[in-house]
């Protein structure tokens, strides 16, 4: 093993060997059951199917705007697997780098150990106000969500204010984000006007007007900007060459945080990494491109360790794993790491679509939460087993995947591994059938004594549609009918034309007349 | 050419008529048409499924049954199935350990067309009315199946072919890319998910104001008629709450044929400014079944089928109570 874990010899589960993380990726419900409650909210569905084919149909136009499109998609895959396929190597020139120019690293093998890494970081450097708690603001942050770190520091007497607009209507509205790039999109213009006038104490009366919206929470956020000591952010892209780190965001908040505060504490996935600071010209047309719709998002801010006199002078980094070499050492799975968070799949996701991201269970929802967090965590837990199945494997989300993660393969594999998992030791019934099915079509020949039964099957069913089933197949026929069945299958109709053709006479079903 | 027809397992158990439409359709071109008794399946079901090892002897026995005869190409009906012999079948007997079945899966993949890109790429059709003689005097809509336009990359072969049919009234389908929610086992496993993507895509279907969906998958055909089907008897989809993004309202328009009639829009998940009263919210048309002789549950018809009409041989459509005909494979 290398010091990152990544089995040189790879036997078939090598990577269940490694720890999987921990935190806010995973499923605890299974998703069939959890999903169910959902697809009853008729008010989450129309946000949801109003707000996903919006910014469908403008990721749609930009991307047809480069005609090079699928080039930079090419780049992009080839960047990211060679990222991974020499992690150790841009790490420790990441570090080297960032280190070099005035940052500190902290390594944070899980959940536990960064949460710990930036408690203390914070009680070095925010001081207690007269509540007797300390303070933070934060960028919006996926890494920070999936380890739970809100959670955690409210334990330890620290109050982290979310700055990004949407995560801010989560966290005032004490729900729990739905969706990567709009954590709010369960929400609409009333429900926000709701919980700004609940929360806000100094909000007073408000319209469901985008602009008064975003004016309440500007005031609000002001102040907090200009007297908060230290402030928490995560990454886009960490690039090996120069130490540099990147985030790319809409409103300036995250910013106002990356520059005032006298501390900045960032929180980045080992895989985020690009090896050259020139990869970013592939990477800053795919990511706004694919995940809001825009050629370039409104603000993109770069730093490389600290500047004397300018900006934070504290500058530290968690480089978090939390499962990803778990991931990593999984061949038919790795790719997942290639993932820069743009969102597009879960966009075009019909099961995301009627679901909502809060049946995912993890932070990351959608089709890439369905493989990234069974492949960061397992598939042992059962219910987090269930999530590889949240797909009909449509296939959109891989059309659409900026760096090419073939998400339905993954799916598929995944599910693989949750069978050999070996979850229910009582066989269910879609089990028995297809076990039943696979003797059957093992052999054309048992296909063919099997069909044999259709002539009692269709009278049975008087040649009628059928309307309901029992067990398993009851859940189809709960919504859908099936329709007559056939009096002779295709192969019996074909042996008794060829019976007919040789002159044999032998009648359908006979031995000769099968062959 | 000599080509092994492969009838994919829901063809032939269930719709023995699209087999039998897609060697009329072969056999008019003037090719020899051989089917292959030891076929059964593709192995995409228990695949999907994650059963690798219960997927390998289905993958074995339909590379034994293409493998035992001579033939130039095979062609199914189905783009599923298809995508499944060169996408997946490789690699379930790899994982499975046994790189020979892979090798030879992959050689009977790269040989095996879908019925639509076998006319289009290979025999050099163009237009169904002038190299066929297809007929087929209805108003038809298109529902281009996730695996025909995403694995197979089919693009417009099975909209033009259809389009390409004499006499027929060709009218585009809303949100024709989104899945209609079958996903073989995903529609056990998930059924109230995949229940909500079936109700929208029969209310785009019947918006369209077509006598029948076609399409090249058996499967989705199976899935968007069981429900078109049900809608129809039943004017809901019992078991599933019925809400949906996509809403339906009634408008006055000028069809195809100069008549103006009422026909439906969707309106894709409505705005706050914009919402449909309760009553306009999914409603059932008033008048759901437009089918010019078709059966409640015939409602969903293969292309083949289709491409096999002629004036002379029209598709048979069964009458009310009446049994779906054999027919004969000529």
Same mark, same amino acid.
């Given at each position: 093993m290398t010091f990152l874990g990544m089995p040189l010899l790879r036997s078939k589960h090598a990577h269940s060997d490694l720890p999987g993380g921990q935190g806010n990726i995973v499923e605890t419900e299974a998703f069939p059951e959890v999903s169910h409650e959902h697809l009853s909210n008729q008010q989450l569905r129309n946000n949801i199917g109003h707000a996903t084919s919006t910014i469908?149909?403008?990721?749609?136009?930009?991307?047809?705007?480069?005609?090079?499109?699928?080039?930079?998609?090419?780049?992009?895959?080839?960047?990211?697997?060679?990222? =991974?396929?020499? #992690?150790?190597?841009? +790490?420790?020139?990441?570090?080297?780098?960032?280190?070099?120019?005035?940052?500190?690293? *902290?390594?944070?093998?899980?959940?536990?150990?960064?949460?710990?890494?930036?408690?203390? +970081?914070?009680?070095?450097?925010?001081?207690?106000?007269?509540?007797?708690?300390?303070?933070?603001?934060?960028?919006?942050? =996926?890494?920070?969500?999936?380890?739970? %770190?809100?959670? *955690?520091?409210?334990?330890?007497?620290?109050?982290?204010?979310?700055?990004?607009?949407?995560? +801010?209507?989560?966290?005032?509205?004490?729900?729990?984000?739905? *969706?990567?790039?709009?954590?709010?999109?369960?929400?609409?213009?009333?429900?926000?006007?709701?919980?700004? =006038?609940?929360?806000?104490?100094?909000?007073?009366?408000?319209?469901?007007?985008?602009?008064? #919206?975003?004016?309440?929470?500007?005031?609000?956020? !002001?102040?907090?900007?200009? @007297?908060?000591?230290?402030?928490?952010?995560?990454?886009?892209?960490?690039?090996?060459?120069?130490? @540099?780190?990147?985030?790319?965001?809409?409103?300036?908040?995250?910013r106002m945080c990356l520059t005032l505060p006298e501390t900045l504490i960032t929180v980045m996935g080992i895989e985020k990494l690009l090896p050259r600071f020139a990869d970013l010209e592939v990477f800053l047309q795919l990511l706004p491109r694919?995940?809001?719709?825009?050629? =370039?998002?409104?603000?993109?801010?770069?730093?490389?360790?600290?500047?004397?006199?300018?900006?934070?002078?504290?500058?530290? +980094?968690? %480089? #978090?794993?939390?499962?990803?070499?778990?991931?990593?050492?999984?061949? *038919?799975?790795?790719?997942?790491?290639?993932?820069?968070?743009?969102?597009?799949?879960?966009?075009?996701?019909?099961?995301?679509? !009627?679901?909502?991201?809060?049946?995912?269970?993890?932070?990351?929802?959608?089709?890439?939460?369905?493989?990234?967090?069974?492949? %960061?965590?397992?598939?042992?837990?059962?219910?987090?087993?269930?999530?590889?199945?949240?797909?009909?494997?449509?296939g959109a989300c891989y059309d659409v995947c900026p760096v090419k993660i073939n998400i339905p393969e993954i799916l598929v594999h995944l599910r693989a591994e949750d069978v050999e998992a070996n979850h229910s030791p009582v066989s269910t019934q879609l089990d028995a059938a297809l076990t039943g099915a696979s003797w059957m079509m093992g052999d054309g020949k048992r296909m063919t004594a099997v069909e044999k039964g259709l002539p009692l099957a269709h009278k049975a069913t008087r040649g009628k549609q059928i309307d309901a089933l029992p067990g398993i197949a009851g859940a189809w026929t709960s919504s859908r009918d099936i329709p007559a069945l056939p009096e002779k299958s295709f192969r019996q109709q074909w042996a008794d034309e060829e019976a007919q053709r040789s002159g044999t006479g032998a009648q359908t079903g006979d031995e000769e007349g099968q062959r | 050419m000599r080509i092994a027809l492969f009838a994919t397992c829901i063809v032939d158990a269930m719709y023995p008529e699209v087999a039998q439409a897609t060697v009329r359709i072969l056999r008019r071109l003037g090719h020899e048409v051989i089917f292959p008794e030891g076929q059964s399946c593709c192995g995409q079901m228990h695949i999907n499924s994650g059963k690798f090892a219960q997927a390998e002897p289905v993958i074995a026995n339909h590379v034994r049954a293409f493998t035992g005869t001579e033939w130039d190409v095979a062609v199914a009906p189905s783009a599923s199935c298809v995508a499944s012999l060169g996408h997946q079948q490789p690699m379930v007997a790899r994982?499975?350990?046994?790189?020979?079945?892979?090798? $030879?899966?992959? $050689?009977?993949?790269?040989?095996?067309? $879908?019925?639509?890109?076998?006319?289009?790429?290979?025999?050099?059709?163009?237009?169904?009315?002038?190299?066929?003689?297809?007929?087929?005097?209805?108003? &038809?809509?298109?529902?281009? /199946?996730?695996?025909?336009?995403?694995?197979?990359?089919?693009?417009?072969?099975? /909209? /033009?072919?259809?389009? /390409?049919?004499?006499?027929?009234?060709? &009218? $585009?389908?809303?949100?024709?890319?989104?899945?209609?929610?079958?996903?073989g086992t995903f529609s056990v496993k998930n059924p109230e998910v995949s229940s909500a993507m079936l109700a929208d895509k029969v209310r785009t279907v019947q918006a369209t104001n077509a006598d029948v969906c076609t399409g090249g998958d058996a499967s989705c055909l199976l899935h968007i008629g069981g429900g078109i089907s049900r809608f129809e008897r039943t004017g809901g989809f019992g078991g599933t709450p019925d809400v949906t993004a996509v809403h339906v309202k009634e408008t006055s328009s000028t069809d195809a044929r100069g008549h103006t009639t009422e026909t439906l829009t969707t309106v894709v998940g409505a705005d706050d400014d914009d919402h449909l009263t309760p009553g306009e919210r999914g409603t059932a048309p008033a008048e759901p079944s437009r089918a010019q002789g078709f059966r409640v549950g015939q409602a969903a018809v293969h292309l083949a089928r289709i491409l096999a009409s002629t004036k002379e041989d029209p598709l048979r459509v069964p009458s009310e109570g009446a049994e779906v005909s054999g027919g004969s494979l000529r």
């Open positions: 469908r149909s403008k990721r749609a136009e930009v991307v047809s705007e480069l005609d090079d499109w699928e080039k930079l998609r090419n780049a992009g895959e080839a960047t990211k697997n060679e990222v =991974m396929a020499n #992690l150790p190597e841009y +790490l420790a020139q990441f570090e080297e780098a960032f280190t070099a120019t005035g940052g500190i690293i *902290h390594w944070a093998r899980d959940a536990d150990e960064a949460n710990a890494i930036v408690t203390e +970081l914070i009680e070095d450097n925010a001081p207690v106000l007269e509540t007797g708690r300390r303070e933070v603001i934060k960028v919006k942050s =996926m890494a920070t969500q999936e380890i739970g %770190l809100n959670e *955690h520091l409210e334990t330890q007497g620290i109050d982290a204010f979310e700055t990004d607009l949407a995560e +801010l209507i989560v966290q005032l509205g004490e729900d729990k984000p739905s *969706h990567i790039l709009v954590p709010a999109i369960h929400r609409n213009r009333d429900e926000i006007r709701d919980i700004f =006038m609940k929360t806000m104490p100094d909000a007073g009366q408000l319209t469901n007007e985008p602009a008064v #919206l975003a004016e309440a929470a500007r005031k609000h956020l !002001r102040h907090k900007f200009l @007297t908060t000591k230290v402030a928490i952010s995560g990454a886009n892209f960490g690039i090996a060459e120069t130490g @540099t780190l990147g985030v790319v965001e809409s409103e300036g908040n995250g694919s995940s809001t719709g825009e050629r =370039m998002n409104p603000y993109t801010s770069f730093w490389t360790g600290r500047t004397e006199g300018d900006g934070p002078q504290n500058v530290h +980094l968690v %480089l #978090l794993d939390n499962g990803r070499t778990r991931a990593l050492a999984d061949e *038919h799975g790795r790719t997942a790491l290639n993932c820069i968070r743009c969102s597009a799949c879960m966009n075009v996701c019909p099961v995301y679509e !009627r679901t909502g991201g809060h049946a995912y269970g993890s932070t990351y929802p959608g089709p890439i939460g369905a493989i990234l967090s069974p492949l %960061l965590t397992g598939v042992e837990d059962e219910a987090n087993g269930t999530l590889p199945y949240a797909s009909s494997l449509c | 994982r499975q350990g046994n790189d020979a079945l892979a090798s $030879e899966a992959a $050689e009977v993949a790269d040989r095996t067309y $879908e019925l639509t890109q076998f006319l289009t790429d290979v025999a050099g059709v163009t237009d169904a009315a002038a190299d066929l003689g297809s007929y087929f005097p209805h108003r &038809v809509t298109y529902h281009p /199946s996730c695996h025909g336009m995403r694995l197979l990359r089919l693009g417009d072969r099975q /909209s /033009s072919l259809v389009r /390409s049919v004499e006499g027929i009234d060709f &009218v $585009e389908l809303p949100l024709a890319d989104s899945c209609c929610g079958f996903g």
